[in-house]
C-alpha cells in the first residue's frame, strides 16, 4: 500500500512563494506519474501540474510560469514550487500517485491559503 504525505502548506502573501512536498512510501515511486491537484471551497477537484517517470510535465493554464513541478526519485519525493501567488491560488492541494496498473493514490491534502 502507497502512502502519501503533503507538507509545506500554510498563509502565504499575494506574490509569495511557499514549496509543497510529498514523500511517498514503498518502492514504485519512480515508475509511477506524480501530479498536484488542488480543490478550492465549493469547486471541483483540479489538475494543478503533472510529472511523468521521464520527467515529462504539464500545467494547468493558471499556473504555468507560475508553478513547478519537480521529482526526487531518491527521496520518494515530488515538489511544488509556487511563485507569484495569487488568491485564486487558495485551495487544499493534493498529491497523487498513478502507477504502472493505473492504480492511483492520494495524499491527505494540505491548506494554501493566499491572503494579505
Known amino acids: 500500500q502507497v502512502q502519501l504525505v503533503e507538507s509545506g502548506g500554510g498563509l502565504v502573501q499575494p506574490g509569495g512563494s511557499l514549496r509543497l512536498s510529498c514523500a511517498a512510501s514503498?518502492?514504485?515511486?519512480?515508475?509511477?506519474?506524480m501530479a498536484w491537484y488542488r480543490q478550492a471551497p465549493g469547486e471541483q477537484r483540479e489538475l494543478v501540474a503533472r510529472i511523468t517517470r521521464f520527467e515529462s510535465t504539464n500545467y494547468a493554464d493558471s499556473v504555468k510560469g507560475r508553478f513547478t513541478i519537480s521529482r526526487d526519485n531518491a527521496k520518494s519525493t515530488v515538489y511544488l514550487q509556487m511563485n507569484s501567488l495569487k488568491p485564486e491560488d487558495t485551495a487544499v492541494y493534493y498529491c497523487?500517485?498513478?502507477?504502472?496498473?493505473?492504480?492511483?493514490?492520494w495524499g491527505q491534502g494540505t491548506q494554501v491559503t493566499v491572503s494579505s
Open positions: 497523487n500517485l498513478v502507477d504502472l496498473f493505473r492504480q492511483s493514490y
Open positions: 514503498g518502492s514504485i515511486f519512480s515508475r509511477s506519474a
